[in-house]
């Protein structure tokens, strides 16, 4: 498919709960450097809207310094583009699913492209298949413990 990564957040009152692929030295800078305030794709993505093509290496996106500093670690750590769909959920929770790649591709232009109705349908079928209660989700904070 052209993506190297994915992540799904869900939450509401309290920290987020992430299931994710990737890397964990990325995550433990994520939790250290409390870039969960700080991130636009996660801030875009708790608005209810259409899926989203983000790209890490475009100097436009950062609206601060700390933005900056925060595209910087993620294009070390090789997360440079990716599509993020924010998911509809009521009583003031939110849910969001991303899939990132390492590099621009022609697979994730054409999945955006062309597909990004069904990017849309996939991740709501994500969502509900993990809020079944028995599942076992870890809280982003704990990622780095």
Known sequence: MGFRWFAYVSGG??????????PR????????EQ????????????????????DFRDPKM????????????ALSADIRIGVTVP??????????????ADEPNAALEELWRNFGDGVNQAADFFS?????????????TTFGN
């Open 128 to 140: 509900a298949a993990t809020s079944i209660p028995s599942r076992n989700v870890t809280p982003l």
């Open 87 to 100: 998911i509809t959920a009521g009583f003031g929770r939110f849910a969001m699913f991303s899939l990132a």
């Open 13 to 22: 009152e309290g920290e987020p709960n992430v299931i994710t692929s990737y």
């Open 62 to 73: 950062a609206r601060s310094m700390k933005e900056r500093r925060f595209f910087d670690d």
């Open 35 to 54: 870039y969960l305030n700080v991130d636009p794709v996660f801030r875009q993505a708790r608005r209810p809207g259409p899926a989203f093509l983000w």
């Open 25 to 32: 030295k990325w995550i433990e800078r994520y939790v250290e």
